[in-house]
Structures are given as structure tokens and as C-alpha cells.
């Protein structure tokens, strides 16, 4: 069988962090009761009118620039037409033949630019639930501010789509448009994968895979899409057009509806809304106070910190870890390799194992940064940093800040006094005779050994770098 | 463009539509249908192959409003024209799928 | 006069004549009395329409009222908040009497087609208001109210004006706000006055026009004050014969009345204009295909789910839409919708809705090019008087060639007024339809003003 390569496009769909819906002054918000964050507007009533929120407008222009775009000077707001119940008007409001934006790219981590065909404005639907008395329709969400991003189908593997999710979402966190936040759906992504065998140019059938609401679930997703439409071509058959949705329970893709009937949306320009039209000295003004994305972040890190491609890139990639990182190491650049390996490896398994939400994180990251700081120093051995990291995240009663500087307390000095340190070491020596012989005759390597010992003995809470002088000492003499 | 409807062309567009339509008005409504096209037939005898759509009367660009929030309805009032409601929501009959 | 004096008055018409007429659909008598006497005990009557009475066409919310927009479909329906319209009447002392009858959705040119009942003209009780704001014109001409709002798309104010002897104004689109008026065809629809006199239709006019923040289409030019005036020296009036002599179907008699009209015009000081507008025979066209899209759109959200009719018991969602939607909208609704979704099509949007679009186009420049040589145009507002009831009602599309005159400023988003100009060999009256430039309604209402008194000294 020939080999086979994949052609994936993403769509993704970030919600704006605006306070106001789109086309009325309703609250966005998550949760409470249903049906309570309404009007007129997005209730679809007799004679309620849309009126687009300005902010809407400068945010999907800040998504544009970040991702070199063309913003159109005029983009155009259509009717799409079909019946739901969460759509309450009976069409949704977006962006069809005219989008705010045009023709942008990203650039991936190993320098690969994937194309972005557009970038164009609409409105959230509400929510159904399906339950045994009936379908229950909440419309809070209804007329929530969404941009979708269409990528052009540049990617080849799942781990593409993954970077090229990460560097987008990295984007749009950065310039505030949206919090990037995949659970809770204000990042929505859906892929569009085709497979074809190598050196063909012909696309092949493209099936377009819905509910992967992590980046795990666009890596697994795809791949398993990616290896079923090639088991169906090597059996002869032929891929589907068709929608998809990734089970993560199932671990599988499973077939949502068929493409064959294919919808008619009966795309006309909204008469409700005359077209958007942007002033050059407006856009001038947009692209005047864009902070620093990502990929320049990651370079900034490599040239002013030196740190390694690994940690500059995943340090980056969620901005306000980022930003806190930041801004704890104003005041101590020299730590700051040290303190984002310790992030990055330390920290990150602590945060993995409790899960702690980001604000308090961010909010400790000076305490993070001073203990770091004390590790670096011999202050505290390595045991008894695992040890006060552990206590802390699990320390689930205090806030993680008061939890550091709590466990900190209790961790206590480390024993670095030659005073205290040398009986242990004397002990040691004389209980590993053969070891401190081969020792002397050069097996130098063992005085690892002995310090693990001597740290032993002392329950971890001991100067490393003490010890090993104070072994030095006695051993070669 | 005369275009001749025929029963199934008005089943489609009342399918999209969502209107029920018995099968004995249909072929009414496709004469009906047929007859408007008919008279709409008259537009074939300009050439606007190029004149721009005019949609919207005037040349006014789209006005905006400030990210403000404002006062809405409270769940009673979105939900008292409501035929059937249940918990605080719209209720339909269950959608299928 | 006192404002309870008027509505008592209005009330006891009402009371007299609507059971014939059927202007309204509901009469808020209670509500019209404790204003009345609020309006008499504490203003200062200083408000530009204190205490006068206005009838409200029932597209157009009125918070705590029924609004029906003349469907069954909306039967029970009251809306939480006023229409932006009603604000501004009620700001200017108005005393709101009750909601008026029109055809389903404003989509009717006789206000037969109400999903509740039909509407009778007061001036002969055998033939129809016109429509769709036949309820509003009835109103005013029975004397059960001394002004009325009307919506119009392509005619269903001004057309209703001149079957019913009335002043009726269409303004440019853009200057009232259509917030809380249940849209029909948004790209046309425009909220404006009737009442006897075009003096009156100023009156109320010059409340309801300026911008409104709840509208992206409301204009923001500033609101331009009538200058009344008795000559008309130097006023270039156009006439198109496509409207007027070379216009087919034209009855004679209101030909002869047009014919008299400008005679009147150019006694007081106006040159006559001959124009042309060569694109008015495809004005029905482009009109019912951009208004039956923008309407198959607008009415997807009577689906049953919210609020408004739902079919009983339905077993799934699909038979809750299309059993809810088939039983309560009426029959030309259903078939405007029809049409509109068929034009808006994969595969027919190029041929049809687009190309009609591009023809509305077209029609707009007929106008631009008419500006060139006159000030306002003249002809009929209708090519025929008011006709019997249930005499068109056979033939849907004979009904749609009555708009003749009337689509083709709408189209172009002009203001247009229907002015009184006396009547037939029957009595019926007859209207004549005076086309402003965009947002120059003080013109056509001062002119209209001069000709109105031309036919009726008293009418000021």
C-alpha cells in the first residue's frame, strides 16, 4: 500500500472578551439562572433590532493584526438562514462573502507558516438541553461576540494542528481578545481532515470533525480520523463527506450527519445592518499599541534569558503565565533560566498532580520565585524543596501564596554547619570502608554516594554543596 | 428567467421554510409560484450584468454602540409569552439526535 | 378642548361606528381615559401633541398592549417595552387609543387579509381601506382618532391615505425608527403619519423623525422644520409619464384629477417638469422580490417556540415548526414566504433575488437622474379608487399591480406623500403621491400643504 499523507484545516471559534453581546447590551457571562441575561434583541421578538457592539469590532481587528491579516475597510453582515431552537431569530447573524479580515498566516514553532483564509464576525447561538420531558432552550449565551478563524488546510499532521491551535490561541490571549479557555468553550475548534496518497495533488473526501474541546482531543482526534480514512481507503472503500464528533470516552470519531443533503443556508446581506466600514487614521491607531506576541516572546527569552527552545516556547504559549513570569523576574534577571526550568518542571508536576487555578498561581509567583531563588542558593536541598512544594499545593485550606510561605516556615534552615555535618560524614566514611578505598584509588564518581548517604542520615535537610566540600576534604586528604 | 415550478420544487422550498404544506395544496402553490415568477420575468429585459446590488437605501455606514451594559428582561418576561417553559427554560419536544 | 373632552369623543365613535368599520383590533379605552385626565391635571399642554389622539398600527409595540401585526400567529402576544415610535408620541403628550387592524404583516394592500377580520372604508362601507394600514386610515376617517401610525413598504400608508380622503406620509428611509416595529421587509419598511390634513401629518411627523441608537439603519442628518408657504414660484415639480399618461391601467377619472392637480401647482407659481422613469413597470418586480426575501427571513422567528402560536401536541420539533407556522399564518403570508425563501435559493439567488437588487438599483437612479431637472415629483398615489371588497382577493398578484406608483420610492428610500385631491364621479376619493429627495420631507410637506388647500381651503 502506498503511503498516505493528511491535508488538515482548521475553524476555530474564539469568544471576545467584550462585557456586552454583539448586537445588544445584555451581560456576557457564564452560569446562573437560564434565560435571565436576555432582551428583545437576542430573544429574537417582533421588531427588536441589532446594534453591534463596538468593541466587537476593535477586538476582531486586534485578532486580525496579530495574525497579518488584511482588515477590510468594509465587511458586511448576512443573514444565514435555518431553524433551530437555540437560534432564535431563525437565522444567525455572521460574516459571509465580505469578513473583517483576509489572508493572514501564522508562523508554527519549527518555522512552518500556516495560511489563514479569514477571519469574520458572528453570533453565538443559545444553548439546548435534551432531557425526557423535552429539549429545554437557555438563549443567555444567544448573541454571544464570536470570531471564527478559518485556517487554510496547510497542516499535514496532528501535531501541527496542535502548534498551529497553541500559537493562535497564544495570539488571541496576548492581544485580549479572548481568554482561551477550551473547556469551557470560549475556544472552539473544529478540523477539517482529508487523507491522499503522497505525490497526488487531488484532494481527497473531507470530513470535518466537531467537540475536541482540548488540545489533547485535537491531537487524538485527528490521528485516529487520519488512520480511519486510510483503513477505509485501504479497503477499498471510499471516505464520506461527512460532520464527525470526537468521543474522548470512546476514543474514536463518530458519524454526526451526512454532507449529502446538503444544508441551504440562503446567504443574503442582513438589511438590518448597513455595512462596516472602517476609517484608515481608526486603523492606523489599532496596530500602534499591539503588545508582544508569542513568537517574539519565545526569541526574547532565548536572547535575554538563554533558555533552551523547550522552555522559551512552552513559558510563551499561555501568556499570563507569561506575563507573571515577567514580571516576577523584573527585579532578578539572573534567575530567570533557573526560574522557568523550575516552572516548567517542578512546578508544573505539582500542578498536575493539584489542581490549583491559575489566579492563585499567578498571585504567588514572587513566593514561587523567592524559594526558587532559596534552592538555587543551597538554602534548601532538593528534598526539601520537593518536600515544601508538595505540602504546599496540597495545603488546599490556605490560598497558595500564604500556603508557600507556610510550608516555607516549616521546611527550616538546611544543614549546612561542619559542626553538625561532620560526625555524620565521619560515620559514613568509616561504615562504606571499601567504597572510601576504591574511592582513593580514583573511583571518583562514588562521591555522589557518599553525599546521598550523609543526606540520608539527615532526613534530606542538608547543604549538598557542603557536604560534598567537607567529603572533598576528608577523602583527599 | 421564466422557470417552471413543479410540485416537488414547492415541497422543497416549503421544507425549507417550515411550512407544512398538505399534498393537495401543492400543485395551487406551485401555479402560484410559477405565475409570480412569471411576472417577475420582466427584470430579464434589463442588462444589470454591471450594476452593484443595491441592498441598503442609503449610504450610511453601519452605526455602533459602546460595550455598555444595559438593563434587560428579567426570566418572567423573556419567558411570559412562552407556550410551554420548564425550569426557567423554552421547552420543545425533544430534538432528535 | 380638554384631552378627556377628545378622547371621550373618539370613544364614543368608536362605540357608534368600529362595529361596522373594524378599524381596531384592540381599544385601550381605560389606558386613553387615565391619561386623558393625567394630561388635563398636571401638564402644562405645552407638549407638540397634547392630548391629541393617535391610533397605533398593530405592527408596532406598545408595552402592555396586544400587538398582533394582524396574525393569528401572534394572538395573545404582549410585548414588555414601546416601540421607539410610542416613546417619542408619548414624551409629546399624545393619547395613545388603541391598536389598528392591517393585512397579516403589512402584507396587503386592502386590509382584507388581517388574520382577524377585515377592515371596512368609513366613507362607503362596500369597499376597502387600502393596506396594509388600513385600520389607521379607517380610524382617522370615522373620526375615532385625530391621527394614526402607519408602516409602510411599498405604499401601505400612503395608498390607505388616499382610499380613505386622508394626508399620509411616508418618510426617507432611515428617518423613524423601525425599533419595536415588527418587521415586514426591513430593507423598506418606515413608520409614519396619517391624518386629515397634511398639517397634522407634520405635526406628528416632526415628533416621530431623528435618530434613534436602537436602529443601525436610523439616519443621523438633523430634522429639517416645514417652512409653510402659499406660493410656489420657482418650485420645479417633475411628472413622469410612466405615472401618469403613459401608465397602464390608470383610471381616467383620477388621471383628470392628477391632471388637475398640477394645474393647481403651476397656478401657485411651479414649473412642470416632464421626466421620465423608465424603470417603473419592473418596480413591482424587483419590489416583491427583494420584500418577499428580506420577509422569509424576518418571519423565521414565528417558529411557536417562544412566544406566538404553537400547534398542539406536536410529536417532534419539525412538527412543531411546520404545523405551528402552516396553521397560523395566513395564506398570502405563507405564499410571500414561499416565494421569498425560493428567491433567496441555492440556485435561483443570482437570477432572482440578486438581479432584482441590481434592478432596485437602477430604479434608484431613475430618481438621481429626476433630481437633475425638479425639486418633487407628482402623480396618483393609486392607479384605481377604493375598490369593493372581496373583488381582488381571488387573484393575489392583480392586488400586487395596485402598488404601481407607490413601490418605486420605496425602493429608492424616499419620502413620499399621499395628499388629498377631491374626489370621483362616485365620491370615492382620490390621492396624489408628491416624491421628495432623500430627507427633504419639509419640501413635499409644504407643497403638499399648498395643494391640499388648493382642493380643500378649509385643511389647514
Redesign the interface.
Known sequence: MSAFEAIIGLEVHAQLLTRTKIFCGCAVAVGGPPNARTCPVCLGLPGALPVLNAEVVRLAVRAGLGTQCAIQRMSVFARKNYFYPDLPKGYQITQAELPICLDGQLTLDDGKVARIQRIHLEEDAGKSSHGDAGTRVDLNRAGTPLIEIVGHPDLRTADEAVAYLRELRGILMTLGVCDGNMEEGSLRCDANVSVRPVGQTALGTRVEIKNMNSFRSVREAIVYEVDRQVGVIADGERVRQETRLWSMDLARTESMRSKEEAADYRYFPDPDLPPLQLDDAWLDAQSVDLPELPAARKIRYQQEFSLETRTSNWLAEEPPRADAFDRAIADSPALAAAFAAFLMTQVQAQLQRHERPWPELAAAMADLLRICGKWRAGQLSNQMLAELLQLAFADTARGLADALAHAEAQAGAVVRDDGVLEPVVDAVLAKFPSEVAKYRAGQKQLSGFFVGQVMRQLAGKADAKAISALLTRKLDA | MAVHVDVEAVRQVAKLAKLSVADGELPDLARDLERVLALVAVLDEIDVTDVAPLVHPHEQGLMTRPDVPQPGLSQAEALANAPAQLDGCFLTPRVIG | MTATAHVEACLAQIAARDGEVAAFLHVDAAGARQRAAWLDARADGSAPLHGLTIAVKD???VAGQP?T?GSRM?A??????D?TVVTRLLAAGAVLIGKTNLDEFGMGSSTELSGFAPTRNPLDLARVPGGSSGGSAAAIAADMAWAALGTDTGGSIRQPAAFCGLAGLKP???RVS??????Y????DQVGPLAKTVRDVARVYAVLAGHD????????QPVQPVQWRDDLAGLRVGVAREHLDDAVGLDSQIQARIHAALDALRARGAVLVPISLP?T??G???Y??VAT??A??N???Y????????APN??????????S??AS?GREV??R???G??A???G??D????????????I?EDFQTAWRSCDVLLGPTSPVPPWLLGQMTAD??AM?LMDAFTVGPS???LPALSVPVGVDAQQLPIGAQLVGQ?FQEAMILAVGDVLQRAFAPEAT
Open positions: 405592527n408596532i409595540a400587538l401585526a401572534l395573545g402576544y404582549v410585548p414588555a417595552r416601540a426617507t428611509y432611515g423601525r425599533s419595536g416595529v415588527v418587521a421587509a426591513s430593507s423598506l441608537a436602537l436602529d443601525a439603519t436610523s439616519a443621523v424603470h413597470r419592473h413591482i418586480a424587483a416583491y422580490l426575501a428580506e422569509s427571513a418571519l423565521s422567528r417558529d411557536g417556540l417562544r412566544y406566538g402560536a404553537r406536536p410529536a417532534t420539533l419539525d412538527a412543531l415548526y411546520t404545523h407556522r402552516a399564518l405563507q405564499r414566504i414561499l416565494l425563501t425560493f433567496l435559493s441555492a435561483f439567488q437570477a432572482f433575488y440578486q438581479k432584482a437588487c441590481r434592478v432596485r438599483r437602477k434608484a393575489p398578484l400586487y425602493l429608492a428610500g432623500p
